[in-house]
């Protein structure tokens, strides 16, 4: 669907010939709409997507109108180039009015003419309403009057009238509005080279009669001096003709030495003959002169039959392309590309969280793949915004693509982009690629484990050459990009049953890191509950403790996104002054509660016998754990040390077995009854008693028999 621009103006004439203007070079991707003030108060088009003004003035009187959260702009105006020859007549010192609708009008178009370089002239604004008009005192020596295709306001007396035609929409409006509109931005390039192509073509006539009228061409190269490119343009027979500053500086070689030479003496590496020859513009060749890198551009140039008379080339240093780039991504951040999360958002003061929070703080300072893993629901998206905002590339864009949302068909064009015609409904133009547009800063690759294995292949190779390639294209573009991937799904097991690349996992796992489920962080539970309550209603619940203890036991399966909706649900069902208790939750958590494994609910173990404590311990499924934290507990006992309850349940985590805290805590308890282990006083941590090793001991020795 085209976009809709509105053009705002005064005069009617003005109106129309922007709008042809705009149409002549966007025409294929915009439709026009113009608001002329002089027949219509009332905004006509209310649906457009965005407005452009004519000046400051005309938007200040429209602004109200305008709809909220729409785009608008003043139009940067400037001289068609076609009409200075007109301007070019006149004697320095010579007194003119410069015409306008307004006074605004009147100044801007003085300000323009004299940055072209005809500061010769004596310019005085008119426009309706102005002294001179009003009293009828135009000073005698006043005979010539310039007007910008407004000539029904030259005062009768005055009988020399320049018309240089309305003013010309500057490339600086075509570009915002290129910008905005998100439209190619290769459209600048074409509209540039026609700005340039129109100034030559004025330079060659002046060039003709320059043995004539030294004075003539001393303001011509004025003109050319505006332009901020370096021009280098040739004749048929590859004699240089237009050598500008721009060029002397950049090429670091004088006018002087370059003009009417042949053009391959003075730059070898550009060839204006073949140019000329065949008739075809060669666009964006990076040009390596005097050990600086160049975006070169030729174009032929016509006479009026179409014959091509020479040719022209722009020089464009490579960095100020790359500093526009960097612009442009800038830009794009701020639209949409952006992470938004920090560390600080990141909710929770339990021992595994603050554990996983160093690891990826300590990673995020790295230039290295992370491979987030943890259940769904747990906070992957906010770990990796986070890891980024605190990375060297926080300046730089993040772009998410969750892979499990995309269908299949569809992946590749997004993440890698397609050029033009790659495939039936690609957009005109081509489109980058979600690598392209992350260059520079981070793309997040989640739920990675649902890529096909096309797809997984692509990436791999990207992430090792580090360049990419569009669908349908042979071009390789080199991205400098952070990758960060997620998954909630066991990625070894996919790599046995052939549905993910072993390779790609190693790739992308340089850094792993474990998010800790909700289960695993019981001391959690309640400054979460009260950190999403508060932030959405500004309240705070007060629990029975029956309720408490359910939620410290409940799974949370679905993790911080479950609580998540579980508190705004108790917020929505509990009045002001009522406390939560069991009958308010949900009826789903009560049932979830009944399927629980039987060994989420521990039991004081009251034998004696090595045997039997074995036996009710693998009844109760906490014969694995028990192992594990003894075994552990003995390690650090070795060296006359304890070990700390939050660094049991990391390495209990670790393993596989997900305990939270007073599930921890309650074993210790356990074992310190029964002898077990010795419980340290304030912050020394458990050890192992006589006892404990020798249980440990009959353990693993009925393991090696097969009992």
Request: with cysteine; aromatic share 8%.
């Amino acid at each position: 669907m085209k976009k809709i621009v509105c053009y705002i103006g005064n005069s009617e004439s003005t109106c129309n010939f922007i709008a042809k203007q705009l149409m002549k070079f966007l025409g294929a991707y915009i439709e026009v709409k113009v608001w002329c003030l002089q027949h219509e108060d009332i905004l006509p088009y209310p649906t457009c997507d965005i407005y452009v003004a004519a000046s400051s003035t005309i938007l200040q009187v429209v602004k109200s109108q305008l709809p909220p959260h729409k785009h608008y702009l003043v139009a940067e105006r400037i001289i068609n180039s076609e009409h200075l020859d007109k301007l070019l007549e006149l004697a320095p010192g010579t007194r003119a009015i410069v015409v306008g609708i307004w006074e605004e009008a009147a100044l801007s178009t003085i300000n323009i003419i004299k940055k072209l370089g005809f500061s010769f002239l004596d310019l005085i604004p008119y426009y309706p309403g102005c002294e001179m008009e009003q009293r009828g005192l135009l000073p005698e020596d006043i005979a010539c009057a310039i007007t910008p295709g407004v000539d029904y306001l030259v005062p009768r007396r005055i009988k020399k009238v320049i018309d240089i035609g309305a003013r010309s929409i500057d490339i600086s409006t075509f570009a915002q509005l290129i910008q905005l509109l998100k439209l190619p931005m290769t459209l600048i390039n074409e509209i540039s080279h026609y700005y340039i192509q129109a100034i030559l073509n004025l330079s060659i006539n002046q060039y003709k009669m320059a043995a004539q009228n030294n004075e003539l061409k001393h303001k011509m190269e004025v003109i050319l001096n505006t332009v901020d490119e370096a021009i280098v343009a040739v004749n048929e027979k590859n004699k240089i003709i237009v050598f500008n500053p721009v060029a002397q500086k950049l090429l670091e070689i004088n006018w002087i030495q370059a003009f009417d030479r042949d053009a391959t003496e003075v730059i070898p590496q550009v060839d204006f003959l073949a140019c000329i020859h065949t008739e075809e513009g060669i666009a964006n060749e990076i040009k390596r002169i005097n050990g600086s890198y160049y975006i070169v551009s030729t174009n032929p140039f016509r006479d009026e039959s179409g014959f091509a008379k020479g040719a022209v080339a722009t020089f464009r240093p490579v960095v100020q392309v790359k500093d526009l780039e960097a612009k442009v991504r800038r830009e794009l951040k701020n639209n949409c590309n952006v992470a938004k999360a920090t560390f600080s958002h990141i909710v929770g003061h339990s021992g595994i969280l603050i554990s996983a929070l160093t690891q990826a703080k300590k990673f995020a300072r790295t230039d290295l793949t992370i491979l987030l893993q943890g259940e769904s629901g747990t906070g992957k998206e906010l770990f990796a915004e986070a890891i980024h905002n605190y990375s060297e590339r926080k300046e730089g864009p993040f772009v998410a693509i969750n892979f499990a949302a995309l269908p299949q068909n569809l992946v590749e064009s997004e993440l890698f982009g397609y050029d033009d015609g790659a495939f039936t409904g690609a957009k005109k133009g081509g489109k980058a690629g979600l690598f392209e547009e992350a260059h520079l800063g981070t793309i997040f690759l989640d739920e990675i484990g649902d890529a096909s294995l096309e797809v997984q292949k692509r990436l791999l190779r990207v992430l090792e050459e580090k360049k990419v390639r569009r669908v349908g294209s042979n071009m390789l573009t080199p991205v400098d990009v952070r990758v960060i991937a997620a998954t909630n799904q066991n990625l070894e097991l996919l790599i046995s049953e052939g549905k993910f690349r072993e390779d790609l996992f190693y790739r992308l796992c340089a850094l792993p890191i474990t998010i800790p489920p909700l289960s695993a962080r019981g001391e959690d539970v309640f400054v979460l509950i009260n950190y999403f309550t508060q932030k959405a209603y500004n309240r705070e619940l007060v629990f029975e403790p029956p309720l408490k203890n359910f939620l410290l036991d409940y799974r949370w399966p679905g993790n911080i996104r479950e609580l998540q909706n579980v508190a705004k649900y108790l917020c929505s069902i509990i009045g002001p002054d009522e406390t939560a208790t069991i009958r308010h939750i949900p009826p789903y958590m009560i049932r979830n509660m009944e399927k629980r494994p039987v060994r989420e609910k521990i039991s004081p173990i009251c034998e004696t016998n090595n045997e039997q404590i074995m036996i009710q311990l693998q009844k109760q499924e906490l014969l694995k754990p028990v192992v594990f934290i003894l075994t552990e507990v003995s390690k650090v006992s070795f060296l006359n040390k304890g070990i700390g309850r939050q660094s049991l349940q990391r390495a209990l985590h670790n393993c596989g077995e997900d305990f939270a805290d007073h599930k921890v805590r309650q074993l210790l308890k356990i074992l310190e009854e029964m002898g077990y282990v010795q419980a340290g006083k304030t912050r020394q941590g458990s050890k192992i008693t006589r006892e404990g090793e020798l249980f440990l001991s009959y353990i693993k020795e009925n393991e090696l028999a097969g009992k």
